[in-house]
């Protein structure tokens, strides 16, 4: 089957054929992060549906480069150009340095998304690594007449760039509408207009994190270190820019104005991918509300909105089976539900290994169902072609799931099917779920308590005097590593030494 994706794309509002710029090349760019804090059920749901995304593009045959961010500095509270740096008062508040902020919950990020099976990007770039990069980029603004400094900040200067360009043009607002809608803020009258944004502030004498520049000692505006970080490793173009919607204005459309100002003159990147947001009875989670759920308190069921604890699988699959662009309610219900429809899928995977054994070469071949078998398993690439809709390929892999379970239970006949339908359908069912949705088995049960069940038969059996019984338990253990001691205090087990 020839599978071609298409991805929506916000930049032109609607679903386009993905073509990389340099085939077999494709570079990926993606906002991680303010590390000032632990991720919540949001920041997962940006994480796995680009995790799918770089899956997927590898699974299709290109190379993929895919750079997500962290955020350490520049990150101004209530994302305005006001305000203080959220890291810097973490730090404060936790008598830390702003760096070991910083280190603490990035290091918590990485083992939260490692849980969650999320693939690390191949490069993690830092804004206060690339304070060198985003003062070129502010140079060239400058240069090409598009910035301003007052007072040793520096500002874009966002009615001057509109006039030959359109700021606005990736979330669809007009700067008259813009303009009507914000009003001069406290503490802002450095700016010649309400929507221009700060490229370089400098810093207050109390403002720790704080470098050398042309301008003043201070530090990069939030939305500049995304456009130096990406162009630094992806080009001056690039294939795909994701992040969450909440993203996409102001701080993706400042993007786009600071690439085209610069001497990049581009949109940055080619494809624009937004991921909409988690919801809680219809209200987005996140932090500024207070309605959030943290991953560690979701995988130990330590929250009021709990009623139990979910596993990082389940949590994958609750956000795999809603269509990344659509909002995902927040419920009980829901993870449940996940939690069954993830453990039918790994099932799967069991059957299927089982089966791989009952395929017969001198079978006598049905011609309609293997039909049935292979289009079953094209629907399944369908779902994910058509904008990486997940919902509809986990729809899909049931389908095929349920034909998979009645060759199992003897519904259908295994001998009606040939070897090529069978290996179709088995490289389908485990590269989309293992592969590409990144589902992965979870230990599920305590070793521990299976091995005093076991014990409990081995007791039986010698106190029935069964002694074939007894010597089986005993070897099938050893084959896994344990040892079976009767001792005088009654049975136990231990590693083999
Ligand atoms: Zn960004």
């Known amino acids: 089957m020839q599978q071609k994706l298409n991805l929506y794309n916000t930049l032109t509002r609607k679903k386009e054929e993905f073509e990389p ?3 077999p090349f494709v570079g ?3 906002c991680g992060p303010t590390v000032y804090g632990e991720p919540h059920l949001g920041h997962a749901r940006s994480a796995v549906t680009f995790d799918v995304l770089y899956r997927y593009l590898k699974y299709l045959g290109y190379t993929v480069r895919y750079v997500r961010n962290v955020t350490d500095v520049g990150h101004l509270e209530n994302d305005a150009d006001e305000g203080e740096d959220k890291i810097q008062k973490r730090a404060k508040l936790e008598h830390l340095e702003p760096m070991e902020v910083v280190q603490h919950y990035t290091n918590i990020y990485h083992e939260e998304l490692r849980k969650l099976n999320v693939l690390p990007p191949d490069i993690e770039p830092r804004a206060s690594g690339h304070i060198i990069e985003q003062i070129e980029m502010i140079q060239e603004i400058l240069k090409n007449g598009l910035a ?3 007072n040793g900040s520096v500002y874009f200067d966002v009615p001057a760039y509109n006039k030959g360009h359109h700021y606005g043009k990736l979330s669809g607002r007009n700067i008259d509408d813009l303009l009507s809608n914000t009003r001069a803020t406290e503490g802002q009258e450095e700016k010649r207009s309400p ?18 520049s042309p301008w003043s000692e201070g530090f990069p505006g939030w939305h500049l270190e995304c456009s130096a970080m990406s162009r630094k490793y992806l080009g001056i173009t690039f294939d795909i820019h994701g992040g969450g919607l909440d993203l996409m204005f102001p701080h993706h459309e400042c993007e786009i104005a600071q690439s085209q100002a610069s001497d990049s003159h581009t949109d940055a990147a080619k494809y624009w991918v937004h991921n909409n947001m988690i919801t809680v009875n219809g209200q987005k989670m996140g932090k500024s509300l207070g309605n959030f759920i943290n991953l560690s308190e979701l995988f130990s069921g330590n929250h009021a909105m709990l009623e139990e604890k979910y596993s990082p ?18 419920s009980n219900e829901a993870l449940q539900a996940a939690r069954k429809g993830y453990t039918k899928l790994m099932n799967g995977l069991r059957v299927l290994a089982k089966l791989s054994t009952a395929v017969e070469d001198a079978g006598t071949p049905d011609a309609q169902l293997n039909e049935e078998l ?4 094209e629907d399944c690439f369908r779902g994910m072609n058509d904008d990486l809709n997940t919902a509809r390929t986990i729809a899909a892999l049931f389908n095929l799931l349920k034909k998979i379970n009645s060759l199992y239970l003897g519904q259908l006949p295994m001998a009606a099917i040939t070897r090529g339908t069978f290996d179709t359908i ?6 989309l779920v293992l592969d590409v949705l990144g589902l992965q088995e979870e230990p599920s049960g305590d070793v521990e308590e299976m091995l005093e069940l076991v014990l409990g038969f081995y007791k039986e059996a010698k106190e029935t005097k069964a002694y074939d019984k007894v010597d089986h338990i005993r070897a099938e253990l050893k084959k896994q590593g344990i040892v079976i001691k009767d001792l005088k205090t009654g049975i136990d087990w231990a590693y083999e030494e």
Not at 426 to 431: A, D, E, I, K, V
């Open 21 to 23: 710029l340099h085939a």
């Open 28 to 30: 990926m760019y993606v």
């Open 148 to 150: 301003y400094e007052v």
């Open 195 to 212: 929507l221009d944004f700060a490229l370089w502030k400098k810093a207050s004498p109390q403002h720790i994190m704080r470098w050398p």
């Open 313 to 330: 699988m389940t949590i994958r699959f609750f956000i795999l089976q809603a269509h990344y662009r659509s909002t995902l309610d927040f």
């Open 374 to 377: 292979l289009k079953l398993s």
């Open 426 to 431: 088995r490289s389908t069912y485990t590269q």
